[in-house]
Nanobody, 123 residues
Framework: QVQLVESGGGLVQAGGSLRLSCAASGRTFSSYDMGWFRQAPGKEREFVAGISWSGGPIAYADSVTGRFTISRDNAKNTVYLRMNSLKPEDTAVYYC????????????????WGRGTQVTVSS
């Protein structure tokens, strides 16, 4: 069992930055691939970024490539999402998710999910 808790969301102006954190419980965090997903009002959940249990491979959605960076610190059981050059269309609830050693960008294949953190980007 893995419990995930996201933090770091908030209100930011367009062009600003935020860093999201996802703290995981359990001793086997280093064996889980981690993903960030987001869901905007009235829209389906979408993949944002993912990182494998080993730190590579890493994948990003086209819409965030070059602006967002995913990283992990296995010693702290934490995965991060650094978001730069934020745009109003980045406004969403951001969720982290964990999947046992099988990297994928498909949300339905993740085993554990956090409750999300709200990111709002004003224009």
């Amino acid at each position: 069992q893995v419990q995930l808790v996201e933090s770091g969301g908030g209100l930011v102006q367009a062009g600003g930055s935020l860093r999201l954190s996802c703290a995981a419980s359990g001793r086997t965090f280093s064996s889980y691939d981690m993903g960030w997903f987001r869901q905007a009002p009235g829209k389906e959940r979408e993949f944002v970024a993912g990182i494998s249990w080993s730190g590579g491979p890493i994948a990003y959605a086209d819409s965030v490539t070059g602006r967002f960076t995913i990283s992990r610190d296995n010693a702290k059981n934490t995965v991060y999402l650094r978001m730069n050059s934020l745009k109003p269309e980045d406004t969403a609830v951001y969720y982290c998710a964990a999947r046992w050693k099988s990297f994928t960008t498909l949300g339905d294949e993740y085993d554990y999910w956090g409750r999300g953190t709200q990111v709002t980007v004003s224009s």
